[in-house]
Each structure stands twice: as C-alpha cells, then as structure tokens.
C-alpha cells in the first residue's frame, strides 16, 4: 500500500492506495499521520481531500499483516492506540478543512478515515460498515470516538452488533455523510465544495474548527472562548465585511 | 427593525420585521432579551411564535451596522456576548414552548434564533445557513453552541466550512426542522402545533423544558431531579389522569 | 398482563401481552427487570428480541393502576424510580445484543423500552410517541436519559411538548429508528439480523456494548480502555482473523 500525496496550489489530494481495495497496512496509517501533521503547520493549505484508488475510498485495515503485526495483547493495542490512532487523531486535529471523497468499500479503518474528516462527498457507489465482528474484535476505544464523531450511538449499535454494510443513501439518510451525488460526478461535487470553502476567509474556517472541537469536547474554556474571536482584527474580516457593504467579492489574503 | 409582538389569550406572536429580509440589527437582539424575559415570568402564556415578516424569517444580523458596533476587538466581542447571545439565552430559556415559524431566508442569527426555539415549522420556500466564512469571521461561541443544540457537528462544519445553503428538505432530512409543509400551508400547520401544546397541561411542559435542559446541559443533580416530578400533586395531574380513565377530555387550569 | 419469555438455544423471545393493547402493568415492569437480570448472567445467550402481541409493541404503562400505585407524590416518584427505571436500566445494560420488534402502537413506556433496546425494527404500522402532558405529567429524568439515547434533543421536544405520534416512516427519518419494513416482513427482517449478529463473535459484542456505554456516558477511564481489549487473545478473535485470511468462515464458541 502507498500513499500519494499531490499539491495543486492550496489544495493538497491524498490518495489511498494498494491491493485488497485500497487496505491500509502499517506504513500507510503511520505516512497519514505524518503527512497530516506537515499539513497542520503549512498554513498556505486552504483545504485537503483524502480519497481512494480505483474506485474504492479503503477497505480497512490490512489484515494480512495481522499475524506479524497484531496477535496478541501487547501488539493489539500497540496496534490499535500508536498505530491507527495518531493516523486518526491527525486527520481530525488538522486545522485545516479536510473532505473524504468516497467511492466504493468505506469499511473498518475506511469508514473510521473518513469520520475524521470534517466532510464527506460520496459516490452511490459507495458502502460503509464495520464488520469486525466477524473477525472475532470489538473496536478500539479511540477508533469508536472517532465513529461516533458522525455516527449517533444508535448507528453505531448497528454498525457494530449487527456488521451491516449500508449502501450510500442509507448512509446519508442516517447521517454517515455529507452528499451523495451519481457516480459519474463525485469529483465534480468535490471540486465545488473546495471552491465553496476558498471562499471563504482561512482564519474563520480554522477558528471555527478549533472551536467546534472545543465545544464538542466539553472544553470551552476562557482561553478557549477568547480565542473564538481571534479573526477580529485580521484584514480579513475587515475585507470581507467591507466587500458585502460594497457588493463586491472578497479577496482574502490569510491574514 | 423593530420587533412586532401581539398577544391572543395563551398564544403570542413574535415577528421579526425590516430591511435587508428582516436582518437584525442592535436594537431589535436587545427587545428580543427584553420580551422574552417578560414572557418567562407570565404564566397566562402557553406558546409563543417566531416568525419574520413579508417572506422571509431572517437574513441574520444587520451587517449595516457592523462598521459603528463591531469593528475591533472589543467591539466584535461585546456584539456576540452581551447583545447576541442574551437574546438566544433568553429564547432557549424561555419556561413555555417556543415555535419558529420559517419562511424564506434562515440565515446566520436568523438560523441561531430557529435553533434556540423548541420546534421549527419549516416552509418548503425556506432557506438555511450560515455563510459567514464570506465575512472574514467564524462562529461566537455562545451561538455555535445554540446552533449544535440542533445541528449535529457534522452538519455545523458543513454550514461553517462550507458556507453552503441548505432548502428545506435538506434541512429536515439532516434534523434541522421539525416538519416542512407547502409553502400555503405553514400557518396551519402551526396553529395544529399550538393546538397540540395547548391540549398539553402546561406544567408538564415547563417542567420538560427544564429537565431536557438538565440532563442535555449534564447537569441532572439530585434538585433538578426531584424538580422533575413538581407536578405530582397538581390539580391538572390529577384532572389528566381522571379524564383519561373516565374517557373524557382533560381541562387543564394551569394549576 | 403478563410477560413470556421463550428460548431458541441462543435465543430468547420476550412478549408483551395484555389488555390495553399491551399497557404495561407494575408487576410486568418488575419482571422485565428480573428476567433481563437473569438474561446477564447467561453467557449461552446470544441474542434477544422483544415484541408485543396482537400486533402492538405496548401502548404505555398502564393508567388504570396509577389511582393505586402512583397517585401522590412520594407514589409517583417510587413508581417511576423504582418501578420503570430498573426495568429500563436492565435492558440498557444487559450484556447481549437486545432488539426491539415493533408494530402498532410503541408509546409511552413502550417506547422508553424501545429506547432501551440497542436495534429497533419496525413495520410500516407502527406508531410512536409520548403524549403524558395530555395526563398532566412530564417524563421522568431516568425515562428522558433512556429516550435521549436515540432521540435527538430537539425529537424529544417534538415528541414531549407536542405530544405528537410519529408513523414508522418519520420515525426512522428522525433517527428513532433502526429499519422499517412492509408489515408482512417484520418477522423475516428480525429473523435476518439476528443471523448477522450470530455471525459475529459473543465477546466482540459484549465489548463493543461495553465501550459504548463507557463512552456515552463520559467515562472512558483507563480500565474501560483496557478493558476494550479484552478479545486480543481469546480463541475468537484468532479463529475470526484465521477464517478470514483463509477464506473460510468462522466458528466461533464464544470463548
């Protein structure tokens, strides 16, 4: 499995790739992880999109490196906390907007990449579910908090007890995703929502991250609620309210 | 703006009304604190109704005003804390139900006041978001916190990050609304939902809202507890009961 | 109205019966708690079902005893706190996958056992609500926890204030629940998931349950954590991963 990373101005694609429909061995979840902390310093990203090869967003976790890798206490945890969870935690904590783009297999270690995301575009292709159950597992504590970031307790129940695999309009019907959009247009939908988000002020979008992550967390400090208004003084915020007063459009310069 | 306010028997009437689509400028976010404290100690009243004049609910905040009341720091953050969010307060706060009555633009404050109300009768002409990122600014936290009181996180990063409008159907397939009808049909529907509350005795409903607030704020203590069976020996408890066994309708005094 | 409880080997069928369209009564409130009780501690258990007979879940708890047995306030509060809760927290926190079959009328308590249930299924015919303000109560805090676990805030304001009755159509837009089904397939559907459920490993949803539960309630402690790998190295697990790399499908037996 290998990771491709490509830079198009502000935009940074990453792409999900290998054999068993994109499965992510070891080096795969630790290259996320580095990948998304470079990410978080570099502020001339506006926005990142994380999708699959060959018609699948990921399949899971690589099982075939499990018998080397994780199969017994220690290397199942070591697994689970120091190898899947930096990967996630780094995607969720990027103060950038990140948008899974969502073709085909989203399962396991798929579906738990993509609810790290702040937004998920998916194909009708597409398919979601945990079926580890089958595998004799129960899912890792950090892995379940990052499903349940998008998933209600609820669904979560079902993903887990029962492993249905839900198809993308029952995801969506659900909550599981953003948009779902007709195959053939997926990139197309994707395309427009970095647009919508560039237009936007990158101060705003990262305070509003940094925020809703505060509050979710039941973390709104002082310091945390002085910090939502850090955008006041930016030319930004002076330039956008002077281009609405103007009819005109903005032109932010990240700062 | 200004804020109009009438009164019928238990129901009343709040409409919103002014330039721009009904946005809400500085005086109108202090009458709004003002009349709802009010309201909160009238015990007479049963439901009140939130609506906007001429189409629309709200088109947000007076961004007219911005460069008089909200231009630096301290001014940005005044505007969001002590002129905003006692309104919102004041709303959710509010012992009787509350109704948003929804046509046309639900935007910005106006969206923060529809998710401060109980329910949100949507029209199928209504329009949803928060498209603030445009301005050079994110979200206060007094009102992020009003909006995730009925957007999940997932959906609130997609109204903030992407700045997107979402219709009705959108907006109630993702819980934003509490029904959406024919465009003809809102006031109907609405007075159904006043009849539905009033059929209701009106303790029992305060003393939901108040419990609802407890457990959702993670603050259910032994009082707010004991708090919730307040109505145990009430007339109207009694009369509830009594009519349902004698296969009558109740007539509920309030007492 | 009584309570059966059929066993087919890993299996258990539980049936509300009774007048009333099956209202439930305190002496079946109290063995609801002791059979679910009883059900923890059987390990051989895998699953189980609970529906209602005479094509009804159960209509509420049952009024014609409340001028008995809740009629005060210290009879309310005993009745809610020690008669439902524990009924409700037994379901809740039982060990095995609990699913609730629904048809007709799931109302009141029926719906807070419902609540409590991890999977919901429901035919076309089913009705849902919670319409006491029209007896001149509100929810009791430990029934409102249970029906917070799968209605949002705002769906229980809906359902609370309004006193409105849902089909299993809104029902399941809402999020209340899990798959809705023409009503001649209830069985079958039913049938289907507890075969998916049997698929996967015991431990692993023991587990899954168990973290869950941790993490809703704000109470992933460090033996929580742990304890969310208890499967690493029971015969489950490495039967489930072997199967799975050889293509085949597993055994698992439950240890």
Same sequence: chains 1, 2, 3.
Avoid at 195 to 201: D, E, K, P, S, V
Avoid at 244 to 251: K, V
């Amino acid at each position: 499995m290998s990771l491709s990373v490509s830079r198009f101005g502000p935009l940074v694609e990453v792409e999900l790739r290998g054999p068993h429909h994109n499965a992510i061995n070891v080096a795969t979840w630790h290259a996320l992880a580095e990948e998304f902390h470079r990410f978080a310093s570099d502020d001339r990203i506006r926005c990142i999109v994380i999708g699959g090869a060959d018609g699948n967003f990921a399949a899971g976790a690589d099982i075939a490196e499990f018998n080397t890798q994780r199969h017994d206490l220690a290397s199942v945890r070591h697994y689970h906390e120091n190898v899947i969870a930096p990967a996630l935690f780094a995607i969720a904590g990027c103060p950038h907007p990140v948008i899974a783009k969502i073709e085909g297999f989203c399962i396991g270690g798929g579906l738990e990449i993509a609810a790290s995301c702040d937004l998920r575009y998916a194909s009708e292709s597409a398919q979601f579910g945990v079926p580890i159950a089958r595998l004799g597992f129960s899912m890792a504590p950090d892995e379940m908090q990052a499903l349940l970031s998008v998933a209600s307790p609820a669904l979560a129940r079902e993903l887990l007890l029962e492993g249905r695999i839900l198809d993308a309009s029952e995801a969506y019907l659900k909550g599981l995703v953003t948009s779902v959009v007709a195959a053939g247009e997926l990139d197309a939908a994707v395309t427009a929502a970095v647009a919508r988000i560039n237009a936007g002020a990158p101060l705003a979008a990262r305070i509003n991250k940094r925020l809703l992550h505060a509050i979710t967390h039941h973390n709104l400090t002082a310091a945390a609620r002085a910090a939502g208004f850090d955008y006041a003084e930016s030319a930004d915020h002076r330039e956008g309210v002077a281009a609405f007063l103007a009819r005109r459009s903005p032109t932010f310069s990240g700062s």
